[in-house]
């Protein structure tokens, strides 16, 4: 007991740090557009995560740390979940290695750093499994249990399109046992549909079940990276696992039904979420669970051969986590990122093997800064960015009051002041050029962070806007 007692109190400093942090981390694209959703009451796809970045810029502020402050808090709860619901299953020993192989894995430590759906999505799956476990537990058809992980279900539809992944995993725990499989037909289950549905039809349609294809070579890529030598760790374990004299049977077998069909799913979504995205990686919650069990129960080394393999495993993830939340320390080694680069829209899932996270995470202060200055020297012109992400960052971080505009918003006569971080571009897009009576280049400019290049700036001046003939 004295272990567990010091595991929380190592939680709650880890959750002091991470809110230390907060603050010297710019914020994400897709952060940045939150922020703005919610200050301006805009719609969006993600209402749950708008509602949640509402609430805490209304009481900290509209900042790194107030877009963010429920990250660490979330984290915690995750942790908390896995802790309650391993040491249901198994013993506090195993729920105390669960929570500590969980917080060292790369994806996890992402999503306590950053507002993202992966944030939401980890917290999500954590409590969905809790519920479940207490929902099975009971004898009553209808018990309290069952409503809340139809709720964790709903609510991650309501956060991103990966969130169908948790009633797979959902159903799955229940239908693998024998014994189990009668509740698929309880109506503490048909309360899990409904709830899953109607939220799939109110904010997502059945756009939801819609599968890119998939592409394993970058999905590879981005696993290791997310999930570090433990998805090493995790494949071996699995092979015996799935053996015929599997230990996991019954409701043991919960964390290993709830891991396999999120994964699957992962392999289609998983390559398009975005930096710093982990919305489909919430997978590496169950997996955690099924890692620190078979670590405790499996008896082909010795305890000391067993100990040091942990060790080296969990520092090697811990290291890990640290060079992608400070995703510029690969420059900082003096290393140049040399894959970055413009990509065909058909081929964007290849980005995971030549972005850049640094230029999605850095800089952006620096780039506002910059656009401000020019458009101190025009102050009748208008703000207008390449593309939707870069316009977020610049609503954000910017001095103006005024957003960056469409060309479907202007009227005739209007100036632009036209941003782009495409290195190649000599020009406006073509058909910018056709709307306007002329255009000059204003500025190139060079974004540095911490003494490193994150991107080049490019600002156009853009003379009377001239509608086409209707």
Known sequence: MRRQRFLFIGLGLLTLWRW??????????????LALAARHGTPSQAPLLVAIVHLSTTLFGVSEFGVRFFAPLMAWLASFAVWRFTRGLWDSMIAGWAVVVLNVLPAFNLAAVSLTPGTVLFTLTAAAMLCLRLALLHASPLHWAWFATGGCAAAAVMVAPPGVALVAGISASIAWPKRLRHYLKAPGFSVILVMWGTAVMLTQGWRVLEMPAMALAPNVFRWIMLASPMLITLLVLLARIIVPNAALVGMWAMPLGFMLPMALLDLLYGPWDRWPDTGGAAWLLPAAVVLAHQGAVFRA?????????????????????VFLMQSDLLRTLGVPWRFAGHLAQQAEWSRFFIADPSSVMRGWRESARLFDAALE???????????ARMGAQLDFYGKRDSRCVQLNELQRGHNVLFITD?????????????????????SVARVMHAGNEVRWLKIFSCHDFRPPES
Do not use: G, H, Y
């Not at 495409?422 to 204003?442: D, H, I, K, N």
């Open 377 to 387: 020297k025009a102050p009748t012109a208008l703000a207008m960015a390449s593309n």
């Open 422 to 442: 495409e290195v190649v571009a000599v020009e406006p897009p073509p058909e910018m050029q056709a709307l306007f009576a002329s255009w000059e280049l204003l």
């Open 20 to 33: 230390a942090l907060l603050p010297t981390l710019e914020l994400s694209p897709d952060e940045a557009t």
């Open 301 to 321: 080394l010795p305890s000391e051969q067993k100990i040091s393999l942990r060790t080296i495993a969990i520092v090697c993830a811990a290291l890990q986590s």
